[in-house]
């Protein structure tokens, strides 16, 4: 037999081993003393501590870290980037032109900006200090990419869109008002659960974001809930709450994976760079608002959701229903929560994810304190926003936020003669 078909029967043998590389899998668990130590688990996402909180969330509250088997390589420079101190955009505020640098700095309150055009790098705005390697919590921004895992399971046959929540859930078939909630509803974010105060408070401590929970978990603290009270108002208005854990808890029934899995698998569809991490309860339980991404691998996201339209098939990382679903105009404004209509009355609301301007074809996934990802299907852009507003959605922050998108996704050069 000649050699060189020996060795490429070699090869070809070894390529199944090196595709089916897992990703790593690290648990952490935070120190129990801080001493004197000014951020604590009691404060490490108050305002003022935003910025070392949300990047050092591993010292804070368990979780594991997944670290791709190989990163895909650094994206290419466009050929004419975005100078921050030679554009002018719209300042909210005033309705005065003032350089991109001073909206980003004094209306976003940016840590980084990375701005993609066709693939290109376009804008890597960085502030002092900051690490684009490093993953930081998405927070609520987290909840888009469980409905487009369980969309992706959908489209599969893993699960079915009209099937009730409780069945989707077995833990939770005892409660009767889940039983007529369809999980449709639970993409859409118009199941109409009522979450009072308390609730809101209660589900914070168990699942560790603040001091005071019974350790038990916050399944165990959903499984023993009394009543799930419903309204007929579908209006989504639990854009962080409890309800986001049922997506987690959906999203690893229908895949039969665990978080850490679920997200290494993610990391292979976005072409991943760096770690990420996945935050969890005390039980090990991940949570809805834990996954965290470097900014770059954010941004990654955003260019995987623009490849799913342009290049629809099994291996995108949403089905095409899907991505027409939030990249075209939607008329459910009226049933979006109150954070979407700050960025205008032409906003759309689809899948929990904004269409700002209600036209062309475009989208853009909310975070908190001004973490953001907009995606310009039209013209090829994707813009991700890491920062640390001492608000969580104020009404300059949206406002500042839609005139970067708008006004930023056409600047830059021409590739190959267009634009």
């Not at 927070?139 to 699960?159: D, F, H, Q, S």
């Not at 969580?392 to 050069?413: K, V």
Request: aromatic share 6%; proline share 8%; glycine share 8%.
């Amino acid at each position: 037999m000649p050699t060189h078909f020996l060795i490429l029967s070699a090869l070809f043998a070894s390529m199944p081993a090196l595709a089916a590389e897992p990703c790593t899998q690290t648990a952490s668990t935070p120190p129990t003393e801080f001493a004197r130590q000014p951020v604590r688990p009691d404060n490490w996402l108050s305002p003022g501590n935003l910025r070392f909180g949300l990047i050092h969330a591993p010292r804070f509250i368990p979780g594991v870290t997944v670290a791709p088997p190989a990163g895909a390589p650094a994206r290419s420079p466009a050929a004419q980037r975005i100078d921050v101190d030679r554009l002018l955009v719209s300042d909210p505020a005033d309705d005065t032109r003032r350089s991109l640098r001073f909206l980003l700095e004094n209306r976003i309150d940016a840590d980084g900006v990375l701005i993609l055009r066709r693939g290109r790098v376009l804008l890597d705005y960085r502030r002092a200090g900051f690490d684009p390697a490093q993953p930081r919590l998405l927070l609520e921004a987290t909840r888009p990419v469980l409905v487009a895992l369980l969309a992706k399971a959908a489209a599969e046959g893993r699960i079915a869109r009209e099937k009730a929540v409780a069945r989707a859930i077995p833990d939770l078939s005892n409660a009767r008002e889940l039983s007529k909630l369809s999980l449709q509803r639970l993409l859409e974010g118009r199941t109409g659960l009522q979450w009072s105060d308390a609730d809101i408070r209660q589900w914070q401590q168990e699942a560790g974001w603040a001091p005071g929970g019974t350790a038990t978990g916050v399944r165990v603290w959903l499984e023993r809930r009394p009543s799930w009270p419903r309204t007929a108002d579908e209006t989504g208005a639990d854009v962080a709450g409890p309800e986001g854990a049922l997506l987690l808890w959906a999203a690893e029934k229908a895949w039969k994976k665990s978080a850490p899995a679920l997200l290494c698998d993610l990391q292979g569809s976005i072409r991943a760079r760096h770690p990420a991490f996945w935050a969890t309860d005390p039980t090990g339980t991940a949570l809805a608002d834990g996954l965290a991404l470097s900014l770059g691998d954010f941004a990654n996201l955003g260019q995987a959701f623009l490849d799913a339209r342009n290049r629809p098939g099994r291996r995108a990382l949403v089905p095409a229903w899907f991505v027409d679903s939030v990249a075209g105009p939607s008329g459910t404004r009226e049933l979006a929560p109150a954070v979407v209509h700050e960025l205008g009355a032409d906003t759309g609301w689809q899948y929990r994810i904004a269409h700002p301007g209600n036209r062309g074809h475009r989208m853009a996934i909310l975070g908190a304190y001004g973490t953001s990802l907009y995606v310009d299907f039209d013209h090829g852009t994707v813009i991700a926003v890491f920062a640390s507003h001492a608000e969580r959605h104020s009404p300059l922050l949206m406002a500042s936020l839609r005139n970067l998108w708008e006004e930023t996704a056409l600047q830059g050069g021409t590739e190959n003669g267009k634009r």
